[in-house]
């Protein structure tokens, strides 16, 4: 079975800093991975999504990923945050083989708190 | 616009009075899923369905049911909901296969006093 670790539950960073939210995973498998992002009072949205190729992966406001196999990681990142990104992120992921498994895993969940 | 809807938002009721969340997608999708979000817990799997009358458990099935009478529609029923069910529930839904992105709805917050 698939699990996931968000290393940090919380992450404080000054405005125009940089960011890596760290995630690991374990699977025997392949895998897909994903980040989403909730803001307060709202559901999840897709952040970025790794299926194959291309190693760092950019998704959207900024955000890219980097998936290393080796490490069984994919830490989020992002060069300057603003106050908006402030909100809980999770990694989560979904393992391929055949498609006979559609179940996805979430992390616990980090807390990005940008500061003026 | 493309979305998942659920109903009601916010709940606050009794122990053992029976309970329906409903959840609605109006982009097709074969796959639907209800999860709960507990501090410190992330999201936990509740049932998930892959098509109409197809339905599965997840990782925390017990005290809930599930049902798959339509495409669009994957309500949430509790029959006798206890204090230890309140948590805030999300429904998702996408495409058939593992590499494809859920869509989530805004959440209920539920209070079982």
């Known amino acids: 079975a698939q699990s996931v670790t968000q290393l940090d539950s919380q992450v404080p960073v000054f405005e125009e800093a940089p960011v890596e939210l760290r995630c690991n995973y374990s699977?025997?498998?392949?895998?897909?991975l994903f980040w989403y992002v909730q803001y307060p009072n709202q559901g999840l949205q897709l952040l970025l999504k790794y299926l194959s190729g291309s190693t760092l992966v950019k998704g959207i406001n900024g955000f890219e990923a980097e998936f290393n196999k080796s490490q069984t990681s994919f830490h989020l990142r992002k060069p300057s945050v603003h106050i908006s990104d402030t909100a809980e992120y999770f990694c989560a992921v979904s393992v391929g083989s055949g498609g006979s498994n559609y179940k996805l895993t979430f992390g616990k969940g980090t807390l990005l708190t940008v500061n003026p | 616009e493309a979305q998942v809807t659920q109903n009601p938002r916010y709940l606050i009721t009794v122990t053992g009075k029976k309970l329906t969340v409903t959840c609605s997608q109006n982009m097709n999708h074969e796959y639907m899923s209800w999860y709960r979000q507990d501090p410190g817990l992330g999201l936990r799997q509740i049932y998930y369905?892959?098509?109409?009358?197809?339905?599965d458990k997840g990782d925390v099935p017990e005290g809930y049911k599930v049902s798959r009478k339509e495409k669009r529609n994957f309500p949430l029923i509790l029959e006798s909901p206890s204090p230890n069910q309140t948590s805030l529930y999300f429904c998702?839904?996408?495409?058939?296969?593992?590499?494809?992105?859920?869509?989530f709805g805004d959440g209920t917050r539920l209070s079982i006093l």
């Open positions: 699977s025997s498998v392949s895998v897909y």
């Open positions: 369905s892959m098509n109409v009358e197809v339905t």
């Open positions: 998702a839904s996408s495409l058939i296969g593992t590499n494809q992105p859920q869509h």
